[in-house]
């Protein structure tokens, strides 16, 4: 398998994943690497040796990852779950897509129309918590990305906070990767991993690409707070 230090570079997997969804939203996608040959790779190689981004994303069934980036198989290490929360199996299945497959950018992506984001601020707002015994553990995931966001726009109402909600799951998550995984920090800080922020909308199939210096932001308040692990 290939070291870490093998792989394209952070801002190289970027600018693919980019190119992938400009080729997608234009109706000219090219999906590579989805042949015979490459299934017959993927049985006798190990992933490791192509797999160039790890991926955190919502489970809604509105977003193919490797449709969306116009990618194919083993190319993108994938972990969705609804809301794109950042809990401990996601934390460990990120620390796997960095440090096994190997993989130099991590990619924290919310969307529009976030189901759980929705509900988590109607919830917020007054609305009853759902019957079921886990989907509230979901919801707490979440609650501290509403409640900034209503602090930061104190003027606007529950349904226009949502949007930016959205983007401060995002953050959300990746501040609680940050505490909770001292690999995925040193990763960072060593320069050999890039995490970013980005947002899917689920309408236009365009993915905008959130402050790259966010990430750098929020490990250093993480770790000033002795927040970390």
Known sequence: MRRLSDKPDPETCKQRLKEGNTRFVEGVSEHPYSDAARLHQAGTEDQGDHAFATLLSCSDSRIPLERIFDAGIMDLFVIRVAGNVCQSSEVASIEFGLVYVKTRLLVIMGHTQCGAVTATARAADGAPLPPEDNIPLLFDAILPAVKRAQNQ?????????????????????????????????????????????????????????????????????????????
Do not use: C
Not at 172 to 179: A, I, P, V, Y
Not at 181 to 195: A, C, D, E, Y
Not at 201 to 208: F, I, L, Q
């Open 153 to 229: 726009h104190p003027d606007l109402n529950m349904a226009e906070i949502i949007p930016h909600a959205t983007i401060e799951n995002v953050w959300q998550s990746m501040e609680n990767l940050f505490k909770a995984s001292p690999v995925v920090r040193n990763l960072v800080k060593s320069g050999m991993v890039q995490v970013v922020g980005a947002i899917y909308d689920v309408g236009t199939g365009h993915v905008e690409w959130l402050p790259e210096n966010a990430a750098t932001d929020i490990l250093q308040h993480v770790e000033s707070q002795g927040q970390t692990t």
